[in-house]
């Protein structure tokens, strides 16, 4: 049993989505962790901050290090964060004196901030691609169904008549725009150290995180520890997504509702009356709407953080986000489902 619907035994059926559960999973986030220590790691060698041969042993540790789960999860409850055990662990694995080089100049949020971004920018072309896919199958339902006639409504109202391409244009084009957006977004390193100075680093500060954000195949930008905008504006940018499919679902459902301008094909069983075909795609693209402007306001409140570093702040991203993507992701695929779920749209026009 499971407290999130996300991942939910049976739940996860409506509303999960494993390809991007996978980004958020124990084994995704610390695969990127060590992706972070074995850049860091070869950067610092190559620029003589370490002995080049202890960089070589980190990563090659790193290559197959496998952390003790339970020990992370004794350590977290304790320490807040996962990183201080997971350096000690690998330090261990390291040994000799290459051991005392692990993490050299940088504090656990940048392990952790930057994990998130590796993974947040697979996330993105993932989204991109379901974006492009739910657009495409817009406009070939437009190419189907466009010159037929819908009635137009305003405030819940009939008004005049429209044709479905009138309809089908103001579902695609802001999700066209999205993609737009999530292909031109910006994922950076985060990296500050202890409080956001890179103290240990010296004057080759600025150069060890060009290079570290390049080996790592992110943007490189002064540390953000404490500035969450970033994160607010893509969990906006999520929160849109859903917004608009949001829009669609609500549309189809009181299409369906009239019954004469659109015909379903399938659609949910109801176990008091058989002869029911719920819009269960159109309702859950509502719910995830619903959801993700709630958890929205959550992350705008995580956006205070005192001085250096919030622990608190930090932490209410840490509940939020994972949530957001996964609605996000599975409205996109809920979206495309019910899409093609549309044997008939509008009324033919004499």
């Given at each position: 049993m499971?407290?999130?619907?996300?991942?939910?035994?049976?739940?996860?059926?409506?509303?999960?989505d494993?390809e991007?559960?996978?980004?958020f999973?124990a084994?995704?986030?610390?695969?990127?962790?060590?992706?972070?220590e074995?850049?860091?790691?070869?950067?610092e060698?190559?620029q003589?901050l370490?002995?080049p041969?202890a960089?070589e042993?980190i990563?090659?540790?790193?290559?197959s290090?496998?952390p003790?789960?339970?020990?992370?999860k004794?350590a977290?409850?304790?320490?807040?964060?996962?990183v201080p055990?997971?350096?000690?662990?690998l330090r261990?694995?390291?040994?000799g004196?290459?051991?005392?080089?692990?993490?050299f100049?940088?504090?656990?949020?940048?392990?952790?901030?930057?994990?998130?971004?590796?993974?947040?920018?697979?996330?993105?072309?993932v989204l991109?691609?379901?974006?492009?896919?739910?657009?495409?199958?817009?406009?070939?339902?437009?190419?189907?169904?466009?010159?037929?006639r819908?009635?137009?409504?305003t405030?819940?109202q009939?008004?005049?008549?429209i044709?479905?391409?009138?309809?089908?244009l103001?579902?695609r084009?802001p999700l066209?725009?999205?993609?737009?957006?999530?292909?031109?977004?910006?994922?950076p390193?985060?990296?500050?150290g202890?409080?956001?100075?890179?103290?240990?680093?010296?004057?080759?500060?600025?150069?060890?995180?060009?290079?570290?954000?390049?080996?790592?195949?992110l943007?490189?930008?002064?540390?953000?520890?404490?500035?969450?905008?970033?994160m607010?504006?893509?969990?906006?940018?999520?929160s849109?997504?859903?917004?608009?499919?949001?829009?669609?679902g609500?549309?189809?459902?009181?299409?369906?509702?009239?019954?004469?301008?659109i015909?379903?094909?399938?659609?949910g069983?109801s176990?008091?009356?058989p002869?029911?075909?719920?819009p269960?795609?159109?309702?859950v693209l509502v719910t995830?709407?619903?959801?993700?402007?709630?958890?929205?306001s959550?992350?705008?409140?995580?956006?205070v953080h005192e001085?250096?570093?919030?622990g608190?702040?930090?932490t209410l991203e840490w509940?939020?986000l994972?949530?957001?993507?996964?609605a996000?992701?599975?409205?996109?695929?809920?979206a495309l489902?019910?899409?093609g779920?549309?044997?008939?749209l509008g009324?033919?026009?004499e």
């Open positions: 499971s407290a999130s619907p996300f991942d939910h035994p049976f739940l996860s059926g409506l509303l999960g494993e991007i559960a996978d980004y999973s084994r995704a986030d610390i695969r990127s962790m060590l992706a972070f074995v850049a860091l790691a070869e950067v060698g190559r003589g370490i002995p041969a960089a042993r990563a090659e540790v790193c290559k290090f496998e003790d789960l339970e020990s992370l004794t977290t409850a304790s320490d807040g964060v996962v055990d997971l350096v000690r662990q261990k694995a390291v040994g004196d290459a051991s005392g080089h692990v993490h100049g940088a504090t656990s949020q940048d392990v952790i901030d930057t994990s998130l971004m590796l993974r947040l920018k697979a996330v993105a072309f991109s691609g379901r974006l492009f896919a739910v657009s495409s199958a817009l406009s070939k339902l437009e190419e189907r169904f466009g010159s037929n819908l009635m137009g409504r405030r819940m009939a008004a005049i008549p044709t479905v391409s009138d309809r089908l103001a579902w084009h066209d725009q999205y993609r737009d957006r999530l292909t031109q977004e910006r994922f390193l985060q990296f500050g202890a409080a956001g100075t890179l103290e240990k680093l010296g004057p080759q500060a600025a150069a060890i995180r060009g290079l570290l954000a390049q080996a790592l195949g943007a490189d930008e002064p540390q953000w520890q404490s500035q969450r905008a970033r607010a504006e893509l969990a906006g940018l999520l849109m997504i859903s917004g608009s499919l949001g829009k669609i609500q549309d189809v459902a009181l299409l369906a509702q009239a019954g004469d301008e015909e379903l094909a399938g659609g069983g176990s008091a009356m002869h029911k075909q719920n269960v795609a159109a309702e995830f709407a619903r959801f993700n402007a709630v958890q929205l959550g992350i705008h409140q995580s956006l001085q250096e570093r919030s608190a702040a930090w509940l939020l994972p949530p957001m993507v996964a996000t992701a599975a409205a996109l695929r809920q489902q019910l899409i779920m549309i044997k008939r009324t033919i026009t």
